[in-house]
């Protein structure tokens, strides 16, 4: 029976990802452990679960009723295991999470580091994504992510609040360039940014007073990861436009000055949300993590959100020319 069990949880996982090598890599076993289990299931039902080709595979009929009907099973005994496992001992395994990289790495360490304090024999594989993921394809048990990331309806998500973007240089580069004092100054600036297949280089900004303008971006350097973005920024290659929690302790420190204070950067995507499958039940180790980032990240996001722009200590900067009067004094050299 335990055989026939793992089996059932081999087929699922193959049915999920329409692959036998997909199936093989997220359960960490063989590509012949899989095959030999479907193969045992087919002998068993004496039926055909699966029609194979050389470049892909569907289920027949009757696999697609099996395939129900070992859902429903499998999470009664993942529920009851769970239930076993919350009264009478820890959660434990390997916990895999995707999480945006819009997300400050002074979010995520602390985050993972006091679950696992909690929950000690849980061992967590984090990966750090730029694109969109498909979270049961990919094997990943939890996200936490920006909306463009995912678009499955089989995912739950439950919205923990928004990154917000800022506009960031180096002392260095405002004293050469110039302090843009409208959005539309940007225009005229070298900057650095994601690719345009990432993210589109046309910014909506909004005046603290209701104002709003639109702009476009003709990057200098673009680079498909937002930490590499940040480096080239404290570079003085040019100027940004990031998550904030990534560039936080830069501001912070005054290696890095925020641009535009008045404005705020209108941006839906940046909504971040833990999602994970919509199953009935939950493994103890995903369900212990969602319950416990939720409050840690929903903590995190109001806390930033309570600090006023105003009240942020701004770091001491080095004497800088606005735009329009660096513009002037170059045109009055350039006619001397």
């Known amino acids: 029976m335990m055989n026939q069990i793992h089996a059932m949880r081999v087929f699922v996982r193959v049915a999920d990802t329409e692959s036998f090598r997909r199936a093989a890599q997220q359960l960490d076993v063989s590509n012949a452990l899989v095959t030999r289990a479907i193969a045992m299931l087919e002998a068993h039902l004496r039926t055909r679960l699966i029609n194979r080709t050389t470049r892909n595979l569907s289920l027949t009929e009757a696999g697609t009723r099996y395939l129900e009907g070992c859902r429903a099973l499998l999470e009664e005994l993942d529920h009851l295991e769970s239930t076993v496992t919350h009264t009478e001992g820890e959660p434990s395994g390997t916990l895999r999470v995707v999480a945006s990289s819009a997300l400050s790495l002074l979010t995520l360490t602390p985050l993972i580091d006091g679950f696992r304090k909690v929950y000690p024999k849980v061992n967590v594989r984090l990966t750090l994504a730029e694109r969109h993921v498909d979270l049961v394809e990919d094997g990943y048990d939890v996200g936490i992510v920006t909306a463009f990331m995912v678009s499955s309806t089989a995912l739950i998500e439950r919205p923990v609040g928004t990154s917000a973007l800022v506009t960031v240089a180096t002392p260095a580069f405002v004293a050469e360039h110039g302090t843009p004092a409208t959005p539309t100054d940007l225009q005229t600036l070298p900057s650095v940014g994601l690719p345009n297949e990432m993210r589109s280089q046309t910014w909506h900004f909004r005046h603290r007073h209701g104002a709003a303008d639109q702009v476009t971006l003709a990057p200098v350097y673009t680079v498909n990861n937002a930490l590499m973005v940040r480096l080239a920024t404290l570079k003085s290659m040019g100027f940004s436009i990031l998550p904030e929690g990534i560039v936080r302790a830069d501001i912070e420190s005054g290696t890095l000055v925020r641009l535009l204070d008045g404005y705020s950067i209108d941006d839906p995507d940046m909504k971040v949300s833990i999602v994970y499958p919509g199953r009935q039940y939950l493994p103890a ?36 020319m606005p735009m329009q009067a660096l513009r002037n004094a170059t045109a009055t050299a350039t006619a001397n």
Not at 288 to 312: H, M, N, W
Request: glycine share 8%.
């Open 285 to 320: 180790k995903t369900r212990f993590f969602i319950d416990y980032a939720l409050d840690y990240l929903g903590r995190e996001f109001t806390a930033q959100g309570g600090t006023r722009p105003d009240e942020i200590i701004r770091p001491t900067m080095p004497a800088m």
